[in-house]
T-cell receptor, first 111, second 111 residues
Framework: EDKVVQSPLSLVVHEGDTVTLNCSYE??????LLWYKQEKKAPTFLFML????IEKKSGRLSSILDKKELFSILNITATQTGDSAVYLC???????????FGKGTRLHILP | DSGVTQTPKHLITATGQRVTLRCSPR?????VYWYQQSLDQGLQFLIQ???????AKGNILERFSAQQFPDLHSELNLSSLELGDSALYFC??????????FGNGTRLTVT
């Protein structure tokens, strides 16, 4: 069965710290991996990764995919309280036309 | 604003009742996905439609059904409601080469 596993499930750090969130997957016919940030309401899109080894960057956030080892990481540097959220990883499985989400990492940044 | 519109925002109803949740996708997006999010389960994929046709089914109960209309809006019907159906229901849409964008969700409370 296709699955996406995120770790850790929750993380508490101080403002200014760097965090690394992990996402591993077992999906047949992988197409892409997606990262989302969810605060109070809808998940908002961060990154889409399709190729191994190519880092995607947006400000203090960056992500990379390893298709051989079937995982991705999301890095956040110089964290701010506004980064507090649940970070969701999802994988597109075109065989079943599904997009499967992990349970998320709940990140809390202390001032 | 993601461009995906969901109504209503909140719904409170009694067990045994039936409700309809509505979703309008982003302009140009042909795919509509429905997800259920409860505290302990994360985002659970329910069903996907593409241009009016059902494309993929997830863990959708038989009491639940959905459809996508010619104008591409979609409705999720939940019947014989149980307390355990209380959750946040998200609709998301995507285009050919664009990632999922989520609506703000409908919070369903069954009493």
């Amino acid at each position: 069965e296709d699955k996406v596993v995120q770790s850790p499930l929750s993380l508490v750090v101080h403002e200014g710290d760097t965090v690394t969130l992990n996402c591993s997957y077992e999906v047949t016919n992988f197409r892409s991996l997606l990262w989302y940030k969810q605060e109070k309401k809808a998940p908002t899109f961060l990154f889409m990764l399709t190729s191994s080894g190519i880092e995607k960057k947006s400000g203090r956030l960056s992500s990379i995919l390893d298709k051989k080892e079937l995982f991705s990481i999301l890095n956040i540097t110089a964290t701010q309280t506004g980064d507090s959220a649940v970070y969701l990883c999802a994988v597109e499985a075109p065989r079943d036309d599904k997009i499967i989400f992990g349970k998320g990492t709940r990140l809390h940044i202390l001032p | 604003d993601s461009g995906v519109t969901q109504t209503p925002k909140h719904l409170i109803t009694a067990t045994g009742q039936r409700v309809t949740l509505r979703c309008s996708p982003r302009s140009g997006d042909l795919s509509v996905y429905w997800y259920q999010q409860s505290l302990d389960q994360g985002l659970q994929f329910l069903i996907q439609y593409y241009n009016g046709e059902e494309r993929a089914k997830g863990n959708i109960l038989e009491r639940f059904s959905a459809q996508q209309f010619p104008d591409l809006h979609s409705e999720l019907n939940l019947s014989s409601l149980e307390l355990g159906d209380s959750a946040l229901y998200f609709c998301a849409s995507s285009g050919e080469y664009s990632p999922l964008h989520f609506g703000n969700g409908t919070r369903l409370t069954v009493t």
